[in-house]
Every structure is written in C-alpha cells, then in structure tokens.
C-alpha cells in the first residue's frame, strides 16, 4: 500500500506564488509518472501539470510560464511551483502517481493524495 501527504495550499493573493509538494510512502520501486490535477467548485477535475519518468512534461494551456512540475525520485515526492496566480486557479489540487510496487512484476497501480486547497483572493 502506498500513501501521498499533500501540504502547501493555502491563501494568496493575485500574482502570488505558492508551492505545492507531495510525498509518496509505502511500498515502491519505482514512480512512474507523477502529476498534478485541480478541481474548481462545479467543475471537472483538469491535469494541470504532468512528469513521466524519462517522458515529456505536460502543462494545460492555462498554467503554462507560470507553472513549474518537479520532481525527487529520491524522496519520492513531486512538486508544483505555482507563480502568478490568478482567481481561476482557485481549486483543490490533487497529486496523482502511478507506481510500481515490485521489481518482481510490471503491474502499476494508481494513487491520489488528499488534496489541498489553494485560494487566490485579495
């Protein structure tokens, strides 16, 4: 079984910034990809950002140059630096993982953290 402990929502204000981190225990051998989604009040959840292991980063259009997804596969953990924050970015922001358990098989599994809500209001 493996746990994700979000933390670094929170209030700020327009053109601030905030960054968001979340860490992965339990059973893991490898993270194959780590992401970041966001769900406003009556909306769907969106991916917002995305890191494959060794793959393509992907943003939505609307956080691109503003946005930055990392990760450490040595701590397990994924981050998102969020700069110029807008209203709209107001949401519940999810990490997402898919994992590998073992070395012994190539099953995968899929895993949400708690979310976090991040507020930008003046």
């Known amino acids: 079984q493996v746990q994700l402990v979000e933390s670094g929502g929170g209030l700020v204000q327009p053109g601030g910034s905030l960054r968001l981190s979340c860490v992965a225990s339990g059973s893991i051998f490898r993270i194959n990809t780590m992401a970041w989604y966001r769900q406003a009040p009556g909306k769907q959840r969106e991916r917002v950002a995305m890191?494959?292991?060794?793959?393509?980063?992907y943003y939505v259009d609307s956080v691109k140059g503003r946005f930055t997804i990392s990760r450490d596969d040595a701590k397990n953990a994924v981050y998102l630096h969020m700069d110029s924050l807008k209203p709209e970015d107001t949401a519940v922001y999810y990490c997402?993982?898919?994992?590998?358990?073992?070395?012994?098989?190539?099953?995968?599994?899929?895993?949400w953290g708690q979310g976090t809500q991040v507020t930008v209001s003046s």
């Open positions: 890191m494959p292991s060794g793959g393509t980063t």
């Open positions: 997402y993982v898919i994992i590998r358990p073992s070395g012994d098989s190539a099953d995968t599994y899929q895993y």
